[in-house]
Nanobody, 117 residues
């Protein structure tokens, strides 16, 4: 099964930007969708953005207009560009592939994003 490794997290001030990257251990050509999720302490993991193999993107309302997901099958990478970051964006961010039913594959360790002044 393809494994995913996230990177790019860190500490950023409110209003700042950050780009997260996810590298797959194998080909993602045949993976239906790639998604970025996040989990804050005491909260459920939530899907923020997804991109299908055909390039169709979907976003959670709270990140629309601020986050952009992209996928490069040749490089086996998925990125999440985040702008106008807010305190409530603080979380561990994960990327994972999912099938047409929305079932996710194996989770990685995630990358911590902290938004604080």
């Amino acid at each position: 099964q393809v494994q995913f490794e996230e990177s790019g997290g860190g500490l950023v001030q409110p209003g700042g930007s950050l780009t997260l990257s996810c590298t797959a251990s194998g080909s993602i050509d045949d993976i239906y969708g790639m998604g970025w999720y996040r989990q804050s302490p005491g909260k459920r993991r939530e899907l923020l953005a997804g991109i299908t193999s055909g390039g169709i993107t979907t976003y959670k309302d709270s990140v629309k207009g601020r986050f952009i997901i992209s996928r490069d099958n040749a490089k086996r990478t998925v990125s999440l560009q985040m702008t106008s970051l807010q305190d409530e964006d603080t979380a561990v961010y994960y990327c994972v592939g999912y099938n047409r039913q929305g079932d996710p594959g194996s989770w990685g360790r995630g990358t911590q994003v902290t938004v604080s002044s």
